[in-house]
C-alpha cells in the first residue's frame, strides 16, 4: 500500500551533479526517516546519506552529497555533486513508514534510478 518512486538519474561526466527525488504515496500515517542507499555491479547495497532526526553520509559522500526532505510532499532529495566514475550505481530510496491503518513500523524501498558517471 505504500510506493515509493525515485527519479532523476542518467548519465554525467565526471565532475558533474545531479539531483535525485524519491517520493513516497499510499497509505502513509507518518514517515519517521528516509534514507538513500545504491549498488554498483558486484557490490553489495551500501548506505548513502539517511535522514530521519538527523542527517548521516557515508564518509565518501561527505562534503559532495547532500540529502534533503520535503516532508509535507514525502519526498526526499539527494543532491550529488562532484561526482566521480565509483558513484556509478543504482540509487535506491527507502522509508521507515507508520502505516495508516496498522500499528507497526516498516519499511518500503523504491525501484532505484541509474547513476551513471562517465566520459
Known amino acids: 500500500q505504500v510506493q515509493l518512486v525515485e527519479s532523476g538519474g542518467g548519465l554525467v561526466q565526471p565532475g558533474g551533479s545531479l539531483r535525485l527525488s524519491c517520493a513516497a504515496s499510499?497509505?502513509?500515517?507518518?514517515?519517521?526517516?528516509m534514507a538513500w542507499y545504491r549498488q554498483a555491479p558486484g557490490k553489495e547495497r551500501e548506505l548513502v546519506a539517511s535522514?530521519?532526526?538527523?542527517?548521516n553520509y557515508a564518509d565518501s559522500m561527505k562534503g559532495r552529497f547532500t540529502i534533503s526532505r520535503d516532508n509535507a510532499k514525502n519526498t526526499v532529495y539527494l543532491q550529488m555533486n562532484s561526482l566521480k566514475p565509483e558513484d556509478t550505481a543504482v540509487y535506491y530510496c527507502?522509508?521507515?513508514?507508520?502505516?495508516?491503518?496498522?500499528?507497526?513500523?516498516?519499511?518500503?524501498w523504491g525501484q532505484g534510478t541509474q547513476v551513471t558517471v562517465s566520459s
Open positions: 499510499g497509505s502513509i500515517f507518518s514517515i519517521d526517516a
Open positions: 527507502n522509508a521507515d513508514v507508520r502505516q495508516r491503518w496498522l500499528s507497526v513500523r516498516n519499511t518500503f
Open positions: 535522514s530521519g532526526g538527523s542527517t
